[in-house]
């Protein structure tokens, strides 16, 4: 099963401009951890942020996290036509050796 | 430094046979995790194995099992193949057996079951 769901499951937008992607996760986490992949391949470690945490930056991404609310936001800054990709969010469960991928959000950056 | 390597990258099966997928971790890696991902889904857990054991299981029936071996490489094993099967196999691995951390991925496996 999911752990999260991510919204928008498409976004478009013109290069340059901000992406901004949502998820929501159903239980507990030590962390939450978001990836991107380009067309079907492998997964790409993008950041980590524990659950302690609210908020972290690495070069044009920021990612905060809620949970309050198990919720968390990937914002994509200055976006590039090489940003074109699927991202999704995976939980690191309390306890858990694996992580809970949501089913992505497909972003297409217009050049 | 190679990263993740998993072979085949693509094969075809029919229904009812066995399948055999291979995984070398990331060098100084000794966990390997196998995802399997459907079209257009998230990647969902099959297992994970640590010194040469499974240590935690997905939702996933008998059909599928798998193996590592000593030197850290790790086969997944899929017996009569349903439709269903049909995915993207990724293999990741971790330094270690802790909390789940950032995995490394492999560019895959894609199983197409006729």
């Known amino acids: 099963s999911q752990q999260g769901e991510e919204d928008p499951q498409a976004l478009s937008i013109q290069e340059g401009e901000n992406a901004t992607m949502n998820c929501s996760y159903k239980?507990?986490?030590?962390?939450l951890q978001w990836y991107r992949q380009n067309s079907g391949r492998g997964l790409v470690h993008l950041i980590l942020?524990?659950?302690?945490?609210r908020e972290k930056h690495s070069g044009r991404l920021r990612v905060t996290l809620d949970t309050s609310k198990k919720s968390s936001s990937l914002l994509i800054t200055a976006s590039r036509a090489a940003d074109t990709a699927s991202y999704f969010c995976?939980?690191?469960?309390?306890?858990?050796?694996?992580?809970?991928f949501g089913k992505g959000t497909k972003l297409s950056v217009i050049p | 430094d190679a990263g993740v390597t998993q072979s085949p990258t693509h094969l075809i099966k029919t229904r009812g046979q066995q399948v055999t997928l291979r995984c070398s971790p990331k060098?100084?890696?000794?966990?390997v995790s196998w995802y399997q991902q459907a079209l257009g889904q998230g990647p969902q857990f099959i297992f994970q194995?640590?010194?040469?054991?499974?240590?935690q299981r997905g939702n996933f029936p008998d059909r599928f099992s798998g193996h590592q071996f000593p030197n850290y490489s790790s086969e997944l094993n899929v017996n009569a193949l349903l439709l269903g099967d049909s995915a993207l196999y990724l293999c990741?691995?971790?330094?270690?057996?802790?909390?789940?951390?950032?995995?490394?991925f492999g560019e895959g496996s894609r199983l197409t079951v006729l």
């Open positions: 239980t507990s986490i030590n962390n």
């Open positions: 990741a691995s971790s330094p270690g057996l802790g909390i789940a951390g950032e995995l490394f």
């Open positions: 194995y640590y010194e040469e054991e499974e240590r």
């Open positions: 995976a939980g690191g469960g309390a306890g858990s050796y694996q992580l809970t």
């Open positions: 060098s100084g890696h000794d966990t």
């Open positions: 942020i524990r659950s302690n945490e």
